[in-house]
């Protein structure tokens, strides 16, 4: 019978092992990441509801959210690359910010402030 317990403990170690061995293993080849950011106005206030678009420079694939309540938004699983984010929402003139680069299991973290002026009025950073 106490051969059999420490059999079973024995097992449980090396289970725990294995799992924990193969989870650090997948998280090492991942093969894309996260763009993130916040959006607000010039005095830092949060902008919610802003439209926030992501495009990879080099195949001109574009993808679109919506900033949050609290004025955030997440791209994820973004394939490393270089981008160009636009934000745009009403009330503000449009910002564009060139030269994001993604790497690979990297978050790239863009912020973005916008001006208080008309739809059609932009401002690359």
Do not use: H, W
């Not at 938004?73 to 984010?85: D, E, K, L, Q």
């Amino acid at each position: 019978m106490r051969c059999l317990g420490v059999f079973l403990r024995v097992a449980m170690i090396l289970t725990f092992v294995v799992m924990s061995t193969a989870v650090a293993l997948s998280a090492q080849t991942a093969s894309s990441s996260t763009v993130t950011g916040i959006v607000s106005d010039k005095t830092g206030a949060t902008v919610p509801d802003a439209r926030v678009d992501l495009e990879d420079v080099d195949t001109k694939s574009k993808t679109s959210v919506t900033t949050g309540s609290d004025g955030s938004y997440t791209f994820p699983s973004v394939r490393p690359g270089n981008y160009t984010i636009t934000v745009s929402s009403k009330g503000f003139r449009q910002s564009v910010v060139t030269g994001v680069r993604v790497a690979v299991g990297k978050s790239a973290l863009v912020n973005v402030s916008l001006e208080i002026g008309g739809g059609t009025e932009m401002v690359e950073v």
